[in-house]
C-alpha cells in the first residue's frame, strides 16, 4: 500500500506560480512511477504529466508543456509540480497518483491521492 497526500493547492491569479507537493509513505516510493492528473468540474480526471521511477524521464501534456514541471525526490519520498505561467483554464483538484508500471493513464495507476484544488482567477 502507498499513501499519497497532496499539498500546495490554492488560490492564485492568472499568469501566477503554485507549487504542488505529494508526500508518499508506506512501499518503496522509487519502485513507482508518479503522474499528475487533474479534474475540473464536469470532465474527465486527466494527465498532466508523468515522471520516471528515477526521475530522469518526464512527460507533459501538450497543455501544460513549457509551464509546468514535475520533479521527485526519492530520497525524501516526494513529487512535485511546479505551476508557472497558470491560466484559468488550469483550474481543477489535482491529484498525485503511483503505478508500479510505466504507462501512465488514469485506469493503471495504483494508487491515489485525495487532490488538492488549485484555482486560477482571470
Known amino acids: 500500500q502507498v499513501h499519497l497526500v497532496e499539498s500546495g493547492g490554492g488560490l492564485v491569479q492568472a499568469g501566477g506560480s503554485l507549487r504542488l507537493s505529494c508526500a508518499a509513505s508506506g512501499r518503496t516510493f522509487s519502485d513507482y512511477t508518479m503522474a499528475w492528473f487533474r479534474q475540473a468540474p464536469g470532465s474527465e480526471r486527466d494527465l498532466v504529466g508523468v515522471v520516471s521511477m528515477s526521475g530522469l524521464s518526464t512527460y507533459y501534456v501538450d497543455s501544460v508543456k513549457g509551464r509546468f514541471t514535475i520533479s521527485r525526490d526519492n530520497a525524501k519520498n516526494t513529487v512535485s509540480l511546479q505551476m508557472n505561467s497558470l491560466k484559468f483554464e488550469d483550474s481543477a483538484v489535482y491529484y498525485c497518483?503511483?503505478?508500479?508500471?510505466?504507462?501512465?493513464?488514469?485506469?493503471?495507476?495504483?494508487?491515489w491521492g485525495k487532490g488538492t484544488l488549485v484555482t486560477v482567477s482571470s
Open positions: 497518483a503511483a503505478s508500479s508500471g510505466t504507462v501512465a493513464v488514469a485506469s493503471a495507476m495504483d494508487y
